[in-house]
């Protein structure tokens, strides 16, 4: 046992020294501190060093020794260095995590913000499509069918009273060139399309006529309803509409009823568009087509056309 006890007491005088040995000195302790505080500080200032910040306690401020402490001076100084040096390295490491997590947040915020703006344009851009897809496809047009003509085309037609326009006109339907009660009902929509252009509304006109040739192609009155489509573009003053339906009028059926009004009356639109020389083309035409076949009506003023076209 006396041995034992020997041994131990010589093994616990060895281990002293050695365990003092091992212990950080105070200036290792400060070069360590600094080092750490010098890494905190590029990681807090990424952009470059920052002013040398003055640490709380300087080498030389006169520090008071605890009572009881045993304590030299240049101990009590390095010792509060190293307190200091602590003291600013944990505030460093505070507010470098404190960034860090307001960094996190601002870039979430940020992430949300580009989601959300993201998903709005993506929604104006879809509802602008939409809208504009709406605008180009056009409504399809409602094809009206004429009315039921009246048992008698005398009485149908008594309640309008012929005007000038109708009896210097060839566009009016008289009773006696008028089709047999029950032989169709083109007639009847080309006489009501013929009594709104005879009060000049044009556009009104211009629709039922169009409803006519598109619901009556075979008709004798689809060439009848054509031209005076025509007639009305040029009298609203629109006469590069109106050549162009009288002239489509005419290649469309050049044997209907009116394709040689459509041939005069394109001259009439072309002259309005200044462009004598394709009037007189059209005059021509007319004149190389129908020839003595024209009607009276026709024949009295295409002198004048083509002297008004310098043909």
Excluded at 10 to 30: F, G
Excluded at 119 to 127: K, N, T
Excluded at 164 to 169: K, N
Excluded at 250 to 255: F, L
Aim: net charge neutral.
């Amino acid at each position: 046992m006396r041995i034992q006890l020997v041994a131990a007491l010589m093994a616990a005088s060895i281990a002293v020294p050695v365990a003092a040995q091992r212990q950080e000195t105070p200036e290792k302790r400060l070069d360590r501190i600094e080092q750490q505080l010098h890494a905190v500080q590029r990681k807090v200032f990424p952009g470059g060093a920052p002013q040398e910040m003055t640490p709380e306690v300087t080498p030389g401020a006169p520090v008071v020794a605890p009572t009881g402490v045993p304590a030299t001076a240049p101990m009590a100084d390095i010792t509060a260095r190293i307190d200091a040096l602590e003291t600013q390295l944990r505030q460093l490491t505070g507010q470098s995590e404190e960034n860090g997590h307001r960094l996190a947040l601002a870039e979430d915020a940020l992430k949300q913000m580009r989601e959300s703006t993201a998903s709005r344009l993506a929604a104006l851009e879809q509802a602008q499509t939409s809208q504009q897809q709406a605008a180009a496809t056009p409504a399809p047009a409602a094809v009206e069918p004429p009315p039921a003509a009246k048992p008698t085309r005398r009485a149908a037609a008594s309640p309008v009273k012929k005007s000038a326009a109708s009896l210097g006109d060839p566009e009016w339907v008289s009773a006696q060139d008028a089709t047999p009660a029950g032989a169709g009902s083109a007639e009847a929509a080309y006489n009501e399309g013929f009594h709104l252009w005879e009060q000049k509304k044009y556009p009104e006109a211009i629709g039922k006529l169009q409803a006519v040739t598109r619901a009556y192609p075979q008709d004798r009155f689809a060439s009848w309803a054509g031209n005076l489509v025509g007639r009305a573009y040029l009298d609203d003053g629109n006469p590069s509409a109106a050549a162009k339906a009288l002239l489509a009028n005419y290649e469309a059926n050049p044997k209907g009823e009116r394709a040689a009004d459509s041939l005069f009356f394109l001259g009439q639109a072309l002259v309005a568009l200044k462009k004598p020389g394709d009037a007189c083309k059209a005059y021509d035409e007319l004149k190389d087509v129908y020839g003595a076949g024209m009607r009276d009506w026709l024949k009295q003023r295409l002198p004048a056309a083509r002297s008004e076209a310098k043909c």
